[in-house]
């Protein structure tokens, strides 16, 4: 059974750094892409990135090229998403999701994901 548990949110100032942590089970994770997302209140969820399921090739929304890199570490079964020069409007709770195959040059929105952890919440503010 797939399963997927965001850990490492928290409140931090702007200028910050968090790094998200994505535990995953159930499925070989070199087959699947793992991509993060983030919703904020009375906002739809929305793609931050992803990371491929062969290559490790990764994928970034505009507003986060720079400050966030996604990876993954497959012998702790898990991926990561560092947060750098964290910025107010960063504010959400943030999701992991998975999905068998591979991906383009974009982020896939949430549609094209089939599993999803139960978020963690990420606050910025001063």
């Known amino acids: 059974q797939v399963h997927l548990v965001e850990s490492g949110g928290g409140s931090v100032q702007p200028g910050g750094s968090l790094r998200l942590s994505c535990a995953t089970s159930g499925f070989v994770i070199v087959d699947y892409v793992i991509g993060w997302f983030r919703q904020a209140p009375g906002k739809e969820r929305e793609a931050v990135g992803c990371i491929n399921s062969d290559d490790d090739s990764t994928y970034y929304v505009e507003s986060v090229k720079g400050r966030f890199t996604i990876s993954r570490d497959n012998a702790k079964k898990t991926v990561y998403l560092q947060m750098n020069n964290l910025k107010p409007e960063d504010t959400a709770i943030y999701y992991c999701?998975?999905?068998?195959?591979?991906?383009?040059?974009?982020?896939?929105?949430?549609?094209?994901?089939?599993?999803w952890g139960q978020g963690t919440q990420v606050t910025i503010s001063s």
């Open positions: 999701a998975t999905s068998y195959g591979k991906v383009g040059y974009d982020p896939p929105g949430p549609e094209w994901y089939d599993y």
